[in-house]
């Protein structure tokens, strides 16, 4: 029986997508180590450290079917080391004396490390498809809702009016930076490990850069200035850019759960005949996706700490740091394309009550225009003094719950300077927006820009 949530029937779709479930699979993982292992192999023939008949032969069988796993694992109970049971499995596959150039000066963290930044490089190319996805399910949301007055809050609190559009353009914009951050990441966390036991290339000899570089080439990963056996930022970067993104979304998602309260219910999760939120309430709506990616940011980032923590291996190589990078990367990677799912999905299907945004305009009767009323004041009395106006008027407005118009024109002296309708119509919500709309629509246009 499965342990993980990512490993059961009834979650794994919760927490994760089958795509980047597949990316770390283990026979994936072992299929990465193999490819490392070939890919050492053939660059050592080119090389003319091997013969290239056996680096063919070596190449040919670098299949994960041809190897059993129950074998490897009976194998890895009795010498307690990551890789010897494959390689042993590996050579017996070859089935020639041509196994024996297998591993040519090759270290199993060469191979771990590789095989991990290859799959590493898999989701890269997910995630960034999954924020374009994102930013495509949203995109609409500025165009239809450029001019939806909605409130703006401030410190949990009704402040000055705002458009929906705005608000959706800040959290799309968010969202550009973090794609924008994974591509501008690539080449930096993208590269091979193969560097020996220590980094010095010794058992290649002379050639050991031109090795690494030929493996580097045919594997499709960047090759690094120096080893880095025991400089574990790459993993930290790709983990910390997890908890970024992970970071906004939770962020969306916590307004939209918010929003989506039955007090407010100026935004509603997508719903359809069938979803079900409660056992025992048939009423109930449930914000199921705005809920698991709030849960999973928790995940991530707690995650992207424990890499953090792996940077600080001691010497050449150091297994009590890098072995957790083992569990916390797969398991990351994996719940961010979870996340992302649920953001898309709770995007495409937003529900916008526009109507129940403009009503709550007006909750305060008027106090959410305070500071207009104050500017239209200050057309007749120093700024200081309108200030000081609005503030006595507000008090009393909120205290009593009457309207601040009211309280307003029953300031001494204030009827003397101002028309009635002057401060009436600097209390609608929709002459007050600023230029909420321009900004809707210069991030539709990045956006657009940004995934053609």
Known sequence: ???????????????????????????????????????????????????????????????????????????????????????????????????????????????????????????????????????????????????????GRTHGGHALPITFGLKAATWLDELTRQLERWRAARDRILVVNIIGAVGTFASWGSAGLDLQAKAAEILGLGVPASPWGGARDRTAEALSLCALTSGTAGRIAKEIYNLNKTEVRELEEPFAVGKVGSSTMPHKRNPVHTEWSIVLDRIIRANAGVALEAMGCENERDATHWKAEWIVVPETFSVLSGSLNHLTATLSGLKVNADRMLEN??????????????????????????????????????????????????????????????????????????????VADRIGARIDGLVA
Not at 7 to 34: K, N, Y
Not at 390 to 418: F, H, N, W
């Open 1 to 151: 029986m499965a342990v993980h949530f990512l490993d059961t029937v009834l979650f794994q779709d919760s927490i994760s997508t089958e795509g980047m479930r597949a990316i770390f699979d283990e026979r994936t993982m072992l299929q990465r180590w193999l490819d490392v292992e070939r890919a050492i192999a053939v660059a050592a023939g080119e090389l003319g450290m091997i013969p290239k008949e056996a680096a063919k032969r070596i190449a040919g069988c670098a299949d994960i079917d041809k190897i059993d796993l129950e074998t490897v694992k009976a194998h890895g109970k009795i010498t307690t080391h990551s890789l010897l049971g494959l390689l042993k499995e590996f050579r017996r596959a070859i089935d020639h004396d041509d196994a024996r150039y297998v591993h040519w000066g090759a270290t199993t963290q060469d191979i771990i490390d590789t095989g991990m930044f290859l799959m590493i490089r898999d989701a890269f190319d997910m995630i960034d498809g999954q924020l374009v996805g994102a930013l495509k399910a949203g995109r609409p949301l500025l165009r239809d809702h450029r001019d939806t007055v909605m409130v």
């Open 361 to 438: 305009t007006n909750m305060l009767n008027g106090l959410l225009l305070s500071e207009r009323a104050m500017f239209a004041l200050a057309e007749y009395l120093p700024l200081p003094e309108a200030h000081e106006t609005v503030y006595q008027a507000s008090i009393r407005s909120y205290d009593k719950g009457t309207p601040l118009i009211d309280e307003l024109m029953a300031e001494k002296g204030v009827a003397d300077v101002c028309d009635r309708s002057h401060i009436e119509e600097a209390l609608d919500p929709s002459k007050y927006l600023g230029l909420s709309g321009e």
